[in-house]
């Protein structure tokens, strides 16, 4: 089975610094694209940022030059090390594999609180 687990929130001061990971097992994120999300209670789920299964990223705009997404796959682990945070970084972050075809999963998601 495909599971997705994020780690690494917390409540942080603005202007501060956080790195999430999301451990993956059952998927081999080497070979599949990921990205991350972010979700405010009662909101959408956002796109953040994604990685290529070549390594090539893409951020949005909201957060470009300040967050980097990454991948240590002797860990299978993908990485959102975030950097200058302010108060709308505040969200539920989740990570998942990019889809073109076939299942896409989800992990339960890491609070990010940043105080003003």
């Given at each position: 089975q495909v599971q997705l687990v994020e780690s690494g929130g917390g409540l942080v001061q603005a202007g501060g610094s956080l790195r999430l990971s999301c451990a993956a097992s059952g998927i081999f994120i080497r070979f599949t694209s990921m990205a991350w999300y972010r979700q405010?209670?009662?909101?959408?789920?956002?796109?953040?940022?994604?990685?290529?299964?070549?390594?090539?990223?893409?951020?949005?705009?909201?957060?470009?030059?300040?967050?980097?997404?990454?991948?240590?796959?002797?860990?299978?682990?993908?990485?959102?090390?975030?950097?200058?945070?302010?108060?709308?970084?505040?969200?539920v972050y989740y990570c998942t594999n990019v889809v073109s075809a076939g299942r896409q999963y989800w992990g339960q998601g890491t609070q990010v609180t940043v105080s003003a």
């Open positions: 405010v209670l009662g909101k959408q789920r956002d796109l953040v940022a994604t990685i290529g299964s070549a390594g090539s990223t893409n951020y949005a705009d909201s957060v470009k030059g300040r967050f980097t997404i990454s991948r240590d796959n002797a860990k299978n682990t993908v990485y959102l090390q975030m950097n200058s945070l302010k108060p709308e970084d505040t969200a």
